[in-house]
């Protein structure tokens, strides 16, 4: 069984920076596709990027693209989620995810995916984005 643990999420300004991560504590994560979805609350959680295994291809959400990067670090058995210019509407709890590997191999699903196209979840951290 994978466990996920997200950390980094904090309150910051409108304009800031802030790398979240996404750690396996029990698997490794290089296996597997890995996706970041966040939630805002009264809404349906998004997809924002995702990495695959192996050529570590990437795909963003339209609403963070050229102001989000998402990579992985092997060694450290992590992914991340680096997050520039935040807006106010960044606001939500992030959340990191493995892809279904019976769906998708270790790709990433199109255009990031939807919650049902990924299987094992972390806990969530919270991004604050407000003046």
Same mark, same amino acid.
């Given at each position: 069984?994978?466990?996920?643990?997200?950390?980094?999420?904090?309150? %910051?300004?409108?304009?800031?920076?802030?790398?979240?991560?996404?750690?396996?504590? @029990?698997?490794?994560?290089? $296996? $597997?596709?890995?996706?970041?979805?966040?939630?805002?609350?009264?809404?349906?959680?998004?997809? %924002?990027?995702?990495?695959?295994?192996?050529?570590?291809?990437?795909? $963003? @959400?339209?609403?963070?693209?050229? /102001?989000?990067?998402?990579?992985? *670090?092997? @060694?450290?058995?992590?992914? $991340?989620?680096?997050?520039?210019?935040?807006?106010?509407?960044?606001?939500? %709890?992030?959340?990191?995810?493995?892809?279904?590997? @019976?769906?998708?191999?270790? /790709?990433?699903?199109?255009?990031?995916?939807?919650?049902? *196209?990924?299987? /094992?979840?972390?806990?969530?951290?919270?991004?604050?984005?407000?003046?």
């Amino acid at each position: 069984q994978v466990h996920l643990v997200e950390s980094g999420g904090r309150l %910051v300004q409108p304009g800031e920076s802030l790398r979240l991560s996404c750690t396996g504590s @029990a698997w490794n994560l290089d $296996y $597997y596709a890995v996706g970041w979805f966040r939630q805002a609350p009264g809404k349906e959680r998004e997809g %924002v990027s995702c990495i695959s295994a192996t050529d570590t291809s990437t795909s $963003y @959400a339209d609403s963070v693209k050229a /102001r989000f990067t998402i990579s992985r *670090d092997k @060694a450290k058995n992590a992914v $991340y989620l680096q997050m520039n210019s935040l807006e106010p509407e960044d606001t939500a %709890v992030y959340f990191c995810a493995t892809v279904k590997v @019976a769906a998708h191999g270790s /790709r990433c699903p199109h255009s990031v995916g939807t919650p049902n *196209d990924y299987d /094992r979840w972390g806990q969530g951290t919270q991004v604050t984005v407000s003046s």
